[in-house]
């Protein structure tokens, strides 16, 4: 399997990532290396194998389904590029 | 400047509780030190001195009640990945640069309830991508660490090169680091600190910035086995906050270091002999075999034949796992954002923006690994290779308590010799990859010097929940080695 500079271009718009045209043949380069060393692991026998969660098994916590934080609105914009009057300004989205 | 900060984190508790020396005065030493480096080591990103003496003024007043925690008093570094309350948090990349978290991770709160008192930041690779420390957006940090009558820049390791830095050249008593293919234990080795990671789940994530959630273990960096175990006592302990945060009770860590290694058996896997090994990384080994040996280990050839499938395998899941989480650094709640044309551009020129190459590069392969129709062939296959991997360790230790192997597989290398090739620089973490995968305990102690007086380190694997053999196999090797070298001062 090997990517082309369009391949590129589709993955770097799902991504959500600018790549600069002249940087896709750089990154056709760069990807085709890694993903063909990554088909190393074709060698492996993983029939009936099950996929790995963790080492040490332990089921999944629960928790009551309550409040437990909140009412902290200005720490949440605390970091926000642009925010005014307690709400996140965002580009418009709808037409 | 006094030797104070030359000591152990160990002994300058021991000074602190015998009020011989101040949290205040010691802070103020740390800090002074650590500025007085950063111009040569570039290993840091933030300090905050306010918030720095207010912590220790209170360990002082802890102190002369007769009170305090585990780490009273002592000054410690913290990775730029762990966000501190009101301090600059970036993870070294300039889509965070200038975030400060209104919040603390579980790890260093933690730390300060055992009355630690936070120093600086350390610079690292950028989201924790990285062996080298080279693709930090603050630029890389400098081993302190020089080939003997050489001047050349070495690298001191990555991702956590900053925080290896700072205990390496006794500018603070420990630091935190995260390990998620090796990022504390090569950077451990290649700056002849000691390097720890637990069980997966051991320490919390939260707070943490998040590369591989599945593969991401907070751990620390100390001058000696014993100083390493107390950092992981603190740094360790059930977090509702993180869903894989491990319930168990957390042992006595510190109690096993200097316990006796007698009857231990000892793995030494042949898979870990790789091609063009350098001969003083073998050497290396095999006096770490013959120590325990002498210790009255027992020693046990074994094999983990998935070892060689481990790099590729964590070249799916890491890049994967990452561009999940890093689609959340879009510009709208936190982070910079840079303004297109629509919302769309928006996104794409703040990522394009904010990230460096490797990121990119890195995000690319995941989202390619995760796209429609690929899924199975690459993840989904690469865990189940995990789990051979696991497999691998799981039959191991029915006949061995321990596995011994390099840490990695050079001593630091130059700045800048390895940025071209990606795959060249990922190689790095051939010998600590594994455990991440399997989640199991894995620590790097520095065994020795080779022929131009650069520290190797040696590491040690236990089975999950265990690392009080680990503790207790790390010490041994530590007593053996008598390691007491230090980088002659040039900074």
Known sequence: MSVTADDVRRIARLARLAEPEDRVDALVGELNGILNWIEQLNEVDVEGVQAMTTPVAFPLPMREDKVTDGGI??????????????????????? | MSDLLKLSLTDVSGKLKAKEVSASELATEAVEACKAAQPAL??????????????????????AKGEGGLLEGVPLAIKDLFAVEGVDTA???????????????????????????FVAKTSMDEFAMGSSN?????????????????????TPGGSSGGSAAAVAADLCFGATGTDTGGSIRQPASF???????????????????????SLDHPGPFAKTVKDSAVLLQAMSGHDPKDSTSLPNAVPDFVAACGQSVKGLRIGVPKEYRVDGMPEEIEKAWQQGIDWLKAAGCEIVDISLPHTKYALPAYYIVAPAE???????????????????????????????AGFGHEVQRRIMIGTYVLSAGYYDAYYLRAQKVRTRILEDFTQAFDKVDAILTPSAPSAAFALGSKSDDPIAMYLNDVFTVTANLAGVPAMSVPAGLDSQGLPLGLQIITRALDEETMFKVGAAIEDSAGFTHKAAKWW
């Open chain 1, 73 to 95: 609105r200005d720490k949440v914009l605390a970091n926000a590029p642009k925010s005014d009057e307690g709400f996140f300004v965002v580009p418009k989205s709808v037409e």
């Open chain 2, 134 to 154: 080279e693709t930090a957006n603050t630029g890389p940090v400098v081993n302190p660490w020089k080939v003997s009558g050489g001047n050349e820049s070495l």
């Open chain 2, 91 to 117: 993870a070294s990349s300039n889509i965070l640069k200038g975030f400060k978290p209104t919040y603390e991770s579980t790890v260093t709160a933690k730390l300060w309830g055992e009355g630690a008192v």
């Open chain 2, 322 to 352: 990452a561009s999940s989480n890093l689609a959340r650094y879009d510009g709208m709640r936190y982070g910079n954002r840079v303004d297109g044309v629509d919302l769309t551009d928006t996104y794409e020129q703040t990522r394009a």
């Open chain 2, 42 to 63: 570039n290993a840091f990103t933030a300090f905050d001195e306010d918030k720095t003496q207010a912590m220790a003024k209170a360990a002082d007043e802890r102190l």
């Open chain 2, 191 to 213: 700056t002849g600190t000691v390097g720890v990671k637990g069980t997966y789940g051991r320490t919390s994530r939260w707070g943490v910035v998040a590369f591989a959630s």
